[in-house]
């Protein structure tokens, strides 16, 4: 019986060509940053452990729920039981998955002012995982990446689908040369409406993983961008090859890493506070575009107790809790603990 952890602990993966002595080295060198500790978080944070990632920075607002434990792989009842924010959850299991890793643990709503300290800080990462579910931050993301030059790896789930695709800045195209807005409220699905498969949710932190290594034991990797999707539904795969955004020239077009112009990271682009209204409620203010207040009602009546008028409608995520949305993606919250619950309420059912 070995008390002490094992010279051998890597060599199943160390044999790997183009891993060797010298990546395993790198790896346990390595600081990676991952932002969201939910499902794609779980995953991620799970395999980067395992394979000998020196530091971790795991950020995350939320805390863990029972409807969390069907795919975010680091948490188990008793987190759910006493509500433990995710960020200590998962390094409390990472801890006992592997003792020479460090980890820092941050509880914060990643935003435009607290980004450049949160994850780039006095040292720059080696590389920065999105495990976010809604679309500002990880345009925020993607700005932070392009102006630190820290490689993004961007990767997506929802119902049985998945994307993921890895950010280069400097020599590959960002998420706004492929994507140059986000979708608007209200008109995207989120998991909580559509639902997720967790074994979609294992493809997509799979590849998140595989390429987080790979940039590390090889950072100088010539490889072509392409952007991975595939739908479990159909079991169709395919890689979009994106090497024609990756020249400079359609590059130079580009809001966020041709004309530099970081929108998200500079608050430009950030979403207004949320104020107090009333005794104990909150509101989200208008968003930019108008929602279909039908197609909403529709999506959210699956999951939830939801009334419905012309006007505005008027989901009940839980007993006590109420939310109340209008056509200008205006919200008003009731019943929730602090602005950052009524916040997380309005992404999960209407988008971010
Ligand atoms: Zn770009």
Request: overall charge neutral; some cysteine; charged content about 25%.
């Amino acid at each position: 019986m070995a008390d002490a952890p094992s010279n051998d602990r890597y060599s199943r993966q160390s044999i790997l060509p183009g891993v060797g002595d010298t990546g395993q080295r790198a790896l346990s060198k390595a600081h990676a940053v991952v932002v969201g500790c939910g499902a794609l978080g779980c995953g991620v944070i799970d395999q980067l452990a395992r394979a000998g990632v020196g530091r971790l920075t795991l950020i995350d607002r939320d805390i863990v729920e029972w409807s969390n434990l069907q795919r975010q792989t680091l948490f188990d009842e008793e987190d759910a039981r006493s509500g433990q924010p995710k960020a200590i959850a998962a390094r409390r299991r990472v801890m006992a998955i592997n003792s020479t890793t460090k980890v820092v643990s941050e509880i914060a709503d990643l935003n435009f002012e607290n980004g450049e300290l949160l994850v780039v800080g006095e040292d720059k990462p080696d590389v920065m995982i999105d495990g976010t579910d809604n679309l500002e931050t990880r345009y925020l993301l993607n700005d932070l990446a392009v102006k630190h030059r820290i490689p993004l790896i961007y990767g997506g789930v929802i119902s049985r689908r998945g994307m993921q695709m890895t950010i280069r800045p400097g020599s590959g195209p960002c998420l706004r040369c492929v994507f140059p807005e986000p979708s608007r409220s209200g008109e995207t699905e989120t998991c909580d409406t559509a639902g997720v498969l967790g074994a979609a949710v294992a493809i997509v932190s799979s590849l998140q993983a595989a390429a987080a290594i790979d940039l590390i034991v090889n950072p100088a990797g010539d490889v072509n961008p392409v952007l991975i999707e595939f739908d479990l539904a159909t079991i169709r795969f395919r890689s979009i090859d994106l090497s024609k955004l990756a020249a400079p020239g359609v590059r130079a077009g580009c809001v966020c890493c041709g004309k530099c112009e970081f929108q998200f990271l500079s608050g430009e682009r950030a979403r207004p506070a949320v104020t107090l209204c009333g005794r104990g409620a909150f509101q989200i203010p208008a968003g930019a575009a108008q929602i279909d207040l039908s197609r909403l009602a529709s999506s959210v009546a699956r999951v939830s107790q939801v009334t419905a008028t012309e006007f505005f409608v008027r989901i009940v995520p839980r007993e006590g809790v109420e939310m109340t949305v209008f056509a200008d993606a205006r919200a008003v919250v009731r019943g929730t603990a602090n602005e950052g619950e009524a916040r997380a309420l309005y992404d999960r059912y209407v988008g971010a």
